[in-house]
């Protein structure tokens, strides 16, 4: 093959996504070339195509972060990889381990499909650091899932918390990463607790292990019943913006509210009251490290997670996978390019 598809941004809004056709980069030194089998989108990929998240991109640019592919080309001194192997990317290419780069003044957001340019195309070619080995036991769609979703959740649970058996955990919603932290958090032995606006939803959420699965309209004061006014250890805040002050109502003395998502909006609003009459912990989380994805990728092969996928869209079909995105998945949704 010598050209490709990729989807390209001229300017900010999905009216300005096209699909081109263009050449096949060639790995320069250090990099490799991976044949891309699919793509999983993320929230986060709506607000980077409608407004860039608040940076400046430079058009045309190719949106989305995850992805899982084939290496089919290296570049010179290439020593990580060898052609034919499966392999996953890295959402923060410049974050192997340890505390994440920049300063107080600008934090380092240098991401694959925001800072870097994205993934939505046929083929790339990245620096090898900038992948890791996909696991062995899931397909290369479901693969995908892991680099943004499973590694957030992953990363509030394991890497930031420590979770241990018998940890109260409650997940927001039936998202990817809601699903994730709830195999991951049951795979770790924590009661499990999910919360969810849509009937149907409730009940496949059961189906998946969850130990209590609460309606998002009084689900504070459900917590408080079931837990005989204990509270919640850990709470996955999925919602952001003024939902905050539901967590903070809800969480345990000394409990932790791990901050993920900005769906109510980016302004947090809660009881400082509450905050310091429990001492809780509130957490930001964002994403995480190479470091920490290799340990989620043993992990899915040891415990057998399985990631969940509401659909699989071609790569022609982008607009309606954005349109189900809008919608609110169960699970993930993929771009599968094979």
């Not at 045309?60 to 052609?83: K, Q, W």
């Not at 969810?196 to 004061?221: F, I, N, T, Y």
């Not at 990728?297 to 399985?306: F, G, K, N, P, T």
């Not at 919608?327 to 094979?338: C, E, M, N, P």
Request: proline share 4%.
């Amino acid at each position: 093959m010598t050209t490709m598809r990729r989807w390209v941004l001229s300017g900010f809004g999905r009216e300005n996504l096209r699909l081109e056709d263009v050449a096949v980069p060639d790995p320069r030194p250090g990099e490799v070339l991976v044949k891309v089998a699919a793509v999983s989108l993320n929230y986060r990929d709506k607000l980077v195509i409608a407004g860039g998240m608040g940076r400046a991109l430079d058009f045309p640019f190719t949106p989305a972060s995850d992805l899982a592919g084939t290496i089919v080309a290296l570049g010179d001194g290439v020593t990580r990889f060898r052609v034919g192997d499966r392999v996953i990317s890295t959402f923060f290419p410049d974050w192997i381990d340890g505390v994440q780069g920049g300063d107080a003044r600008s934090p380092d957001g240098n991401a694959l499909g925001g800072g870097y340019p994205g993934v939505l195309a046929d083929y790339v070619a990245f620096p090898a650091t900038w992948f890791v080995a996909a696991p062995r036991d899931l397909d290369l769609a479901e693969a995908s899932t892991l680099p943004c979703a499973g590694l957030t959740a992953w990363f509030a649970l394991i890497e930031r918390c420590g979770l241990k058996a018998g940890t109260r955990v409650l997940v927001q919603g039936t998202g990817g990463v809601a699903l994730f932290g709830l195999q991951i958090a049951k795979a770790h032995g924590a009661e499990v607790f999910v919360t969810s606006g849509d009937p149907g939803k409730r009940a496949r959420v059961q189906a998946l292990g969850a130990d209590h699965v609460l309606d998002r309209a009084g689900w504070v004061e459900a917590v408080h019943h079931l837990t005989e006014d204990r509270g919640i250890d850990h709470i996955l805040e999925i919602v952001g913006g003024p939902h905050l002050a539901r967590s903070l109502e809800a969480v345990a003395v000394q409990g932790r509210i791990s901050v993920i998502g900005v769906l109510d909006g980016y302004d947090l609003a809660g009881s400082a009251g509450l905050l310091l009459l429990k001492t809780a912990t509130i957490q930001g989380i964002r994403v995480g490290h190479r470091r920490a994805l290799e340990d989620l990728v043993r992990a899915v092969d040891v415990l057998q997670l399985r990631p969940v996928i509401d659909r699989r869209y071609g790569l022609t079909e982008l607009p309606n996978a954005l349109d189900h995105l809008d919608r609110g998945a169960f699970g993930k949704i993929v771009i599968a390019l094979d």
